[in-house]
């Protein structure tokens, strides 16, 4: 993220190394209180509710889930469009895995009020953006939203739903990354260089808008 030297990408590394830390932390934090009580360090097998709820909070931050949601927008501005489509796609992957197998033992009632806030503030926050790492970001969001939600009925749909999205992301970011598209304004004007590319771009849009 930082190997601009820009100062936005510097403080972009600097606020994900500390939310996944933290997050990180956290996680082995509710291991550890799950062991002290049930004697159990087997996390796919949470049976203690404290250590549920504490490892329910750090998988919404790593996944940046509504309330913990403010640092993938900011991070995802400041680093280039390769490494966005890297944190929106593969790091995205270990915080799934880790919510694939611990889900049956997490709070269901928890995770479908962090899925609806997710996917409505992540549509909601996107209408007013101009820049397009942005509004891909709470893209992001609303979709994890979906995914979250689907996740205590049938998590296998989770991970289809998942690979789905990757595939999509990967497509328009590396459009973009191929018309150096940041804004909407230069969005706007780049049909003229690669029509066929755009045009791809677009259907591309509708596919992961959900048409």
């Known amino acids: 993220i930082s190997k601009s030297h820009h100062p936005r990408a510097v403080e972009a590394a600097t606020k994900y ?3 996944q830390a933290a ?4 996680v082995l934090f509710s291991s550890m209180t799950n062991a002290w009580q049930t004697g159990q360090w087997d996390i796919t097998q949470l049976t203690h509710p404290t250590s549920c709820l504490i490892l329910t909070s750090p ?3 790593k996944l940046g889930l509504v309330p913990f949601h403010f640092w ?3 991070v995802l501005q400041g680093s280039p469009l390769t490494t966005g489509l890297l944190l929106s796609t ?6 799934i895995a880790l919510l694939y197998m611990t889900s049956p033992s997490l709070n269901p009632t928890l995770l479908t009020t962090l899925a609806i806030l997710s996917t409505a503030l992540g549509g909601w926050m996107g209408l007013n953006q101009t820049q397009i790492r942005k509004i891909l970001a709470f893209s992001s969001i609303s979709h994890l939203g979906w995914m979250v ?3 205590a ?3 296998k749909l989770t991970l289809l739903n998942f690979y789905l999205y990757a595939m999509m992301t990967t497509t328009v970011f590396l459009t ?3 018309t150096k598209t940041l804004k909407l304004s230069t969005l706007m004007t780049a049909w003229t260089k690669t029509p066929p590319l755009n045009a791809m771009l677009l259907l591309t849009l509708l596919s992961l808008a959900g048409l």
């Open 59 to 61: 998988l919404a931050i």
């Open 72 to 74: 993938f927008p900011e």
């Open 23 to 26: 997050a990180s932390a956290l």
């Open 149 to 151: 939600i689907i996740i």
């Open 153 to 155: 009925y049938s998590p």
């Open 176 to 178: 973009l990354n191929t």
């Open 17 to 19: 190394f500390l939310t």
């Open 90 to 95: 593969i790091m995205k992957l270990p915080p």
